[in-house]
């Protein structure tokens, strides 16, 4: 997503036909906020996989690495919201980084009945002053967003304060025996994607033939196994190019590849952009 201006809030929202799938790997330096209005939606996220239905809300930190995928063939609609810290910047100060650490970490919120009104009213009232800007409406946006992120804020002390945190989540994520032998998978990639890994070694931790691992891993996640494999180690050098110094083959290698000229063709061909220039272009990415 380089090249795309993200200094401000960015609201969506579309309705998508059945088996509709992700057509790209997705990581982004800002949060998204996403809802599903209808509907029901796979989200592999890093490397856990949830199966989420009307009413829920997906929390994504930077540069957290996700896709979705089709779950049934009704159609779903959703909405998105995508912001970066200044946008939150009074959320921060009055309850600090951790409050809203801990709401991304939980990723997942199945928003209560009672309460969908009130959150879908606030999407709504972003979507229209995005829609329908005028000098108010940067302002006002600000203000619907820092209410919506008070009411994570406290929803999500309610829902780890009283015991029910992992119940709530194993309902939501719902997976069958085949679904977290493929989590079981994908966590082990990301444990160990600088090493030389391949899809019969994966196959093998998983006890499964490694035929009907690549065609279940595709099937859960979306991603083929290389594909998936690939963007973790772009995502990595993505991290390493704007947090440290390292040469581009120190980068290179670090990230699991194996040649920096390599390296170089298949990052310019996934992110548009050389890895110098990605560097160089920190303002803009």
Do not use: W
Not at 54 to 61: D, S, Y
Not at 193 to 216: G, I
Not at 266 to 273: A, L, P, Q, S, T
Request: aromatic share 14%; glycine share 4%.
């Amino acid at each position: 997503m380089t090249g795309r201006g993200y200094n401000d809030i960015e609201v969506g929202t579309d309705r998508q036909g059945k088996y509709y799938n992700m057509p790209n790997a997705h990581f982004h330096p800002v949060y998204e906020i996403y809802y599903l209005i209808s509907g029901t939606r796979r989200f592999f996220i890093e490397s856990d996989i949830y199966n989420i239905s009307k009413g829920t809300l997906v929390l994504l930190n930077k540069n957290v690495m996700h896709r979705t995928v089709y779950s049934s063939d009704k159609i779903n609609e959703r909405t998105y919201i995508l912001f970066n810290d200044k946008h939150i910047k009074s959320i921060t100060d009055l309850y600090g980084r951790e409050e809203i650490d801990r709401c991304f970490e939980q990723r997942v919120f199945s928003v209560p009945i009672h309460r969908r009104e009130y959150v879908e009213g606030l999407i709504a009232q972003l979507y229209n002053e995005y829609r329908n800007k005028d000098e108010f409406s940067d302002k006002l946006m600000e203000c619907c967003l820092s209410e919506l992120m008070i009411f994570l804020i406290r929803y999500n002390r309610n829902f780890s304060v009283d015991g029910r945190d992992m119940d709530l989540l194993n309902d939501i994520k719902n997976l069958s025996s085949c679904d977290l032998s493929i989590q079981t998978a994908a966590r082990f990639i990301v444990e160990n994607y600088s090493s030389n890994l391949t899809l019969n070694h994966v196959a093998d931790y998983v006890n499964m033939s490694s035929t009907y691992f690549s065609k279940k891993f595709k099937e859960v996640t979306g991603f083929g196994f290389k594909e998936y494999l690939l963007n973790l180690r772009i995502k990595k050098a993505c991290e390493l190019l704007l947090e440290t110094k390292n040469s581009i083959t120190e980068i290179a290698y670090e990230s699991g590849f194996n040649d920096s000229n390599y390296f170089g063709d298949v990052f310019k061909k996934n992110k548009g952009i050389s890895p110098l220039r990605y560097r160089k272009n920190r303002e803009f990415i």
